[in-house]
């Protein structure tokens, strides 16, 4: 039995050697571009990826594979419908990064909203030492308390961050893009009302054929002038080009994003040349990789693999 590892490097000082116990021979590459792939893949009976594209060609050139280990909770790297009629089992990681994005979402919303890169600014260059008071009020800020927060995707996440921003005395609301997460402690509404009633919206969803581009233009323009815009779901989620054009004319107060819709991203994408910098933050997708989340992450693939093997079946991507 063959092990591959395709981006060993996606999780960081975690060690991923505990993955070869059992396997006669295994390989691991710290990154893999799609042009490596076939090659690397060649004998292998187990696969593991976290965002390496795994398409039908590649899975019918590779008749010895037979598990493909997702190091994630999305599967929308993987061809599911081909693993399902060639026989291939594909498992996932549900919820292992839920703590981890619920902090970071929060992280992300205090930065922005504070205007906290503006005061790092004011302080480093030495201009609170010349101020004739002991404070700076030049960029004021509201509390949390007295805002609506509109929830996009109720799943694992959605609800985490629900419970959290409701003990800082926030209205929750929510939106639930697949319509099955309707039996919520909160109310739910539909897209466009969510938009125009938040003062801060964090997307939790997945990228699917109903969740991509699901905020253009139309919903920018819905939301309230002073709102905050939060995706920590998937990029494609937002149209990268119409959230710059609004970020540059004001139509909402600032953005939060830890992921955009190529990964990496290009130097010419719209985002990084906004005139009004300030108005966006992005983190390089790191909001559901804490040290413990990496951790639990590897030792979920290396139970679903166990359990592969001795017949189990145990977070099975395709048979859902």
């Not at 390496?52 to 010895?64: E, G, H, I």
């Not at 639990?296 to 139970?303: K, P």
Request: a negative charge.
């Amino acid at each position: 039995m063959k092990l591959v590892v395709l981006d060993e490097a996606t999780f960081g000082e975690v060690s991923l050697q505990n993955l070869a116990h059992g396997f006669n021979e295994s390989a691991f590459y710290d990154a893999t571009r799609p042009e490596e792939t076939a090659a690397r893949v060649q004998g292998a009976h187990v696969v593991v990826s976290n965002k390496v594209r795994l398409d039908r060609d590649l899975m019918v050139a590779t008749p010895t594979l037979q598990l493909i280990c997702v190091a994630a909770t999305g599967t929308n790297n993987v061809d599911l419908d081909a693993a399902r009629e060639l026989g291939i089992a594909v498992t996932n990681v549900p919820g292992y990064s839920t703590p981890s994005v619920v902090s970071h979402t929060f992280a992300m919303y205090f930065h922005l909203a504070h205007n906290n890169r503006y005061h790092q600014d004011y302080t480093t260059a030495g201009k609170w030492c010349d101020s004739p008071v002991f404070t700076h009020l030049d960029r004021p800020f509201g509390e949390l308390a007295a805002k609506t927060w509109g929830i996009i995707g109720m799943g694992a996440i959605g609800r985490g961050v629900a419970v959290a921003v409701a003990a800082f005395g926030c209205r929750v609301i929510y939106h639930s893009t697949s319509g099955a997460n309707l039996q919520q402690p909160w109310p739910q509404h539909d897209l466009n009302e969510l938009l125009a009633l938040a003062d801060v919206v964090s997307i939790h969803a997945p990228l699917n054929a109903r969740t991509r581009n699901l905020i253009g233009r139309d919903q920018l323009a819905l939301m309230k002038p002073d709102a905050v815009l939060i995706n920590v779901g998937r990029g494609g989620i937002i149209d990268e080009a119409q959230l710059a054009v609004a970020l540059d004319e004001g139509l909402i107060a600032g953005a939060a994003l830890d992921v955009l819709e190529r990964e990496p991203p290009l130097p010419e994408n719209p985002l990084f040349h906004l005139h009004h910098p300030r108005r966006l933050f992005i983190t390089p997708h790191i909001a559901g990789l804490s040290s413990q989340a990496r951790t639990r992450l590897a030792q979920e693939i290396r139970r679903n693999i166990d359990a592969f093997r001795s017949g189990q079946t145990r977070n099975r991507a395709e048979l859902t």
